[in-house]
T-cell receptor, first 109, second 115 residues
Framework: QKEVEQNSGPLSVPEGAIASLNCTYSDRGSQSFFWYRQYSGKSPELIMSIYSNGDKEDGRFTAQLNKASQYVSLLIRDSQPSDSATYLCAVSPARQLTFGSGTQLTVLP | NAGVMQNPRHLVRRRGQEARLRCSPMKGHSHVYWYRQLPEEGLKFMVYLQKENIIDESGMPKERFSAEFPKEGPSILRIQQVVRGDSAAYFC?????????????FGPGTRLTVL
């Protein structure tokens, strides 16, 4: 079983729609959870961090964490073509990050 | 620019040569992490360092790879006798090291090509 699994995609949504990205993790001792965005040929960019159960909102982004279900999600509201990228879920059971394989999102104009 | 700096951005080496990748963390950050991203694969942790100390090198290949973070100067990831399978993007990330948030910020990466 992979340590961090993401819905493999690719995922396509029309402009203005909600994009939903999901992630599950295996290490119950994980305390910190992150979403990174990576454009093709670029480095990962931190867009959200979440540490406790529930929702955390930042602009058009909402991260959701359910530690009992070992589940993290990212919602992108009012999706824009500029949101087209690969989204990486990262979990931190220790200091280093364990990444999922990423979900490629395309927002269609 | 207060971000994480890496150089060179692109590095071409022939098989058997050495590759040296450098990383300067964000100002105020004392923890450095190296990750590797192979073509069409995810990011994999390699090593975690603080100044003059290797904290966790569980992701480093057993041979040819080494890392350091000296008291002065950037962190260095060194790959000896490179092989074609070493071709990848190597990213450095840094964090403040205090608190429990663990947020890491990535540099632009070094794209290593082994001919």
């Amino acid at each position: 079983q992979k340590e961090v699994e993401q819905n493999s995609g690719p995922l396509s949504v029309p402009e203005g729609a909600i994009a939903s990205l999901n992630c599950t993790y295996s290490d119950r001792g994980s305390q910190s959870f992150f979403w990174y965005r990576q454009y093709s040929g670029k480095s990962p960019e931190l867009i959200m961090s979440i540490y406790s159960n529930g929702d955390k909102e930042d602009g058009r982004f909402t991260a959701q964490l359910n530690k009992a279900s070992q589940y993290v999600s990212l919602l992108i509201r009012d999706s824009q073509p500029s949101d087209s990228a690969t989204y990486l879920c990262a979990v931190s059971p220790a200091r280093q990050l364990t990444f999922g394989s990423g979900t490629q999102l395309t927002v269609l104009p | 620019n207060a971000g994480v700096m890496q150089n060179p951005r692109h590095l071409v080496r022939r098989r058997g040569q050495e590759a040296r990748l450098r990383c300067s963390p964000m100002k105020g950050h004392s923890h450095v992490y190296w990750y590797r991203q192979l073509p069409e694969e995810g990011l994999k942790f390699m090593v975690y360092l603080q100044k003059e100390n290797i904290i966790d090198e569980s992701g480093m290949p057993k041979e040819r790879f080494s890392a350091e973070f000296p008291k002065e100067g950037p962190s260095i990831l060194r790959i000896q006798q490179v092989v074609r399978g070493d071709s990848a993007a190597y990213f450095c990330a840094s964090s403040p090291g205090t608190g429990v948030s663990g947020e890491q910020f990535f540099g632009p990466g070094t794209r290593l090509t082994v001919l």
